[in-house]
């Protein structure tokens, strides 16, 4: 099997975090070794007794997804189906049940160094000051590169978004898209045109 990284100069998986550079591994960070096991459990702990207490349309499993450089938390289960999956986004539209969620964890967590990005549909990111999409970037500007622009493209590009803060970098040239078909369309018409 090919792998996408092999055919690529730099590839960035996990906003950075995973940097490969002509198909080798560069640099990795993982959020366990950030945080250490026993901030990281009183996290999760405290996430999952919130979580219990919430009354929703539905629940669903897998409500805190553990990533590299990140936890996922999903307060209807990211086992959902879309159909539970559009109720929930509905739903949460009306109670703010994610923007309360998050403002909770703030208060109980101040001193950890967390950012809350809400995105999608049914779940918020948790990840370290710093970690966020941009994270990448310290590795496009180093190292001998030249690059005169870097275009990113993303949908939840307004504040909050979990694609704001690379969109707003002064570094980068951002572009908000609605779709897969839409990313086509303008990279098309910026390249070919």
Same mark, same amino acid.
């Given at each position: 099997?090919?792998?996408?990284?092999?055919?690529?100069?730099?590839?960035?998986?996990?906003?950075?975090?995973?940097? *490969?550079?002509?198909?080798?591994? =560069?640099?990795?960070?993982?959020?366990?070794?950030?945080?250490?096991?026993?901030?990281?459990?009183?996290? #999760?702990?405290?996430?999952?007794?919130?979580?219990?207490?919430?009354?929703?349309?539905?629940? /669903?499993?897998?409500?805190?997804?553990? /990533?590299?450089?990140?936890?996922?938390?999903?307060?209807?289960? /990211?086992?959902?189906?879309?159909?539970?999956?559009?109720?929930?986004?509905?739903?949460?539209?009306?109670?703010?049940?994610?923007?309360?969620?998050?403002?909770?964890?703030?208060?109980?967590?101040?001193?950890?160094?967390?950012?809350?990005? #809400?995105?999608?549909?049914?779940?918020?990111?948790?990840?370290?000051?710093?970690?966020?999409?941009?994270?990448?970037?310290? *590795?496009?500007?180093?190292?001998?590169?030249?690059?005169?622009?870097?275009?990113?493209?993303?949908?939840?590009?307004?504040?909050?978004?979990?694609?704001?803060? #690379?969109?707003?970098?002064?570094? =980068? #040239?951002?572009?908000?898209?609605?779709?897969?078909?839409?990313?086509?369309?303008?990279?098309?018409?910026?390249?070919?045109?």
């Amino acid at each position: 099997m090919v792998r996408l990284w092999s055919n690529m100069n730099m590839f960035f998986s996990e906003n950075g975090l995973v940097y *490969h550079r002509n198909g080798e591994l =560069v640099a990795t960070k993982s959020i366990q070794e950030h945080m250490g096991n026993e901030k990281l459990q009183s996290f #999760i702990n405290f996430a999952l007794k919130y979580m219990s207490e919430l009354t929703l349309p539905c629940k /669903r499993g897998t409500f805190i997804e553990f /990533r590299k450089g990140m936890l996922n938390v999903c307060p209807v289960g /990211r086992s959902c189906s879309q159909e539970e999956r559009d109720e929930f986004g509905e739903y949460d539209k009306v109670h703010h049940i994610r923007e309360k969620f998050v403002a909770e964890l703030r208060k109980q967590f101040p001193e950890m160094g967390l950012v809350y990005s #809400i995105g999608g549909q049914i779940s918020f990111d948790v990840f370290p000051e710093g970690w966020d999409k941009r994270y990448c970037l310290q *590795h496009l500007f180093t190292e001998g590169n030249s690059f005169t622009e870097v275009h990113f493209f993303g949908d939840k590009t307004f504040p909050g978004g979990n694609d704001h803060e #690379i969109f707003t970098d002064p570094r =980068v #040239i951002g572009h908000t898209v609605t779709s897969p078909e839409d990313t086509r369309k303008q990279l098309t018409d910026m390249l070919f045109s």
